[in-house]
C-alpha cells in the first residue's frame, strides 16, 4: 500500500507570506494527525482529524494556523501569515481506528520561514 | 492530563551491547497504548514497537523488547545486540483511548560506536 505522503518537502517562505501544506493518508486511514518538531525539540501534537471532522485541535498554536480534511480524505494546513516562530519540520501521520494501530508518518514538510 | 517523560537526551553505547532507552508516562485513562518510534538521520518516522495496557505479556519485535511496568508507568525500550544502524533518535508515544490522541516524548538520541 502506498505510504503517507506530503507535499512539499521543502519550502522556504518570507514572513508574512501564505503556505500550504498537504497531507494524503493512507487509504482507509480514518485518523489524520499533524504534528511540528522545531529545531530538533519534541514532537508537538497540532491536531487530529476523524474523517473529516476535527477532534482534537487544542496544539495549534493560534488562528495563523488552518486544518482542513476534504471529505476525510487528504488534509491541508495552511498557515497565514507566517512568522519566523513557525519554522520546522511538520509531519502528517495517520493510523486506523483500532487501538493498536500504530501511527504511519509522511516523511514531513521542513518549512524555513525567513 | 497527559504527559510522556524520556529523561536521556543521549547515549552512547557499544556496538552489539545491549541498551535500554527510559521512558515513563502519566495518564488518568486505563485504557491507553503505548509506542515506539526510530527517527534515523534522514528524517522518516520509522514505527517499532506497541504495547497496549492491557497487555499480559511485554511485547516483543526481533531485537526490540518493551519491557512494561505498568504500576511503576513506565515503559521502556530495550535494543538487544546494537547495531550501528540503531543510532538515531528515539520516541515515546502514548495514545489514550478516551480521545486517540497520540502524544510523543521529547526523545533520546542514541549513538552506537564500533
Known amino acids: 500500500e502506498a505510504g503517507v505522503t506530503q507535499f512539499p518537502s521543502h519550502s522556504v517562505i518570507e514572513k508574512g507570506q501564505t503556505v500550504t501544506l498537504r497531507c494524503d493518508p493512507i487509504s482507509g486511514h480514518d485518523n489524520l494527525y499533524w504534528y511540528r518538531r522545531v529545531m530538533g525539540k519534541e514532537i508537538k501534537f497540532l491536531l487530529h482529524?476523524?474523517?473529516?471532522?476535527?477532534?482534537?485541535e487544542s496544539g495549534m498554536p493560534n488562528n495563523r494556523f488552518l486544518a482542513e480534511r476534504t471529505g476525510g480524505t487528504y488534509s491541508t494546513l495552511k498557515v497565514q501569515p507566517a512568522e519566523l516562530e513557525d519554522s520546522g519540520v511538520y509531519f502528517c501521520?495517520?493510523?486506523?481506528?483500532?487501538?493498536?494501530?500504530?501511527?504511519?508518518f509522511g516523511n514531513g514538510t521542513r518549512l524555513t520561514v525567513t | 492530563a497527559q504527559k510522556i517523560t524520556q529523561t536521556q537526551p543521549g547515549m552512547f553505547v557499544q556496538e552489539k551491547e545491549a541498551v535500554t532507552l527510559d521512558c515513563t508516562y502519566d495518564t488518568s485513562d486505563p485504557s491507553y497504548g503505548l509506542f515506539w518510534y526510530k527517527q534515523p538521520s534522514s528524517g522518516e518516522m520509522i514505527f517499532l514497537i506497541y504495547q497496549g495496557s492491557y497487555d499480559q505479556q511485554n511485547a516483543t519485535e526481533g531485537r526490540y523488547s518493551l519491557n512494561f511496568q505498568k504500576a511503576r508507568k513506565s515503559a521502556n525500550l530495550v535494543i538487544s545486540a546494537s547495531q550501528l544502524g540503531d543510532s538515531a533518535m528515539y520516541f515515546c508515544a502514548m495514545r489514550e483511548s478516551r480521545d486517540d490522541k497520540i502524544i510523543f516524548g521529547k526523545g533520546t538520541r542514541l549513538h552506537i560506536l564500533p
Open positions: 482529524f476523524v474523517k473529516e471532522s476535527k477532534q482534537d
Open positions: 501521520a495517520s493510523s486506523k481506528r483500532t487501538e493498536n494501530s500504530p501511527l504511519h
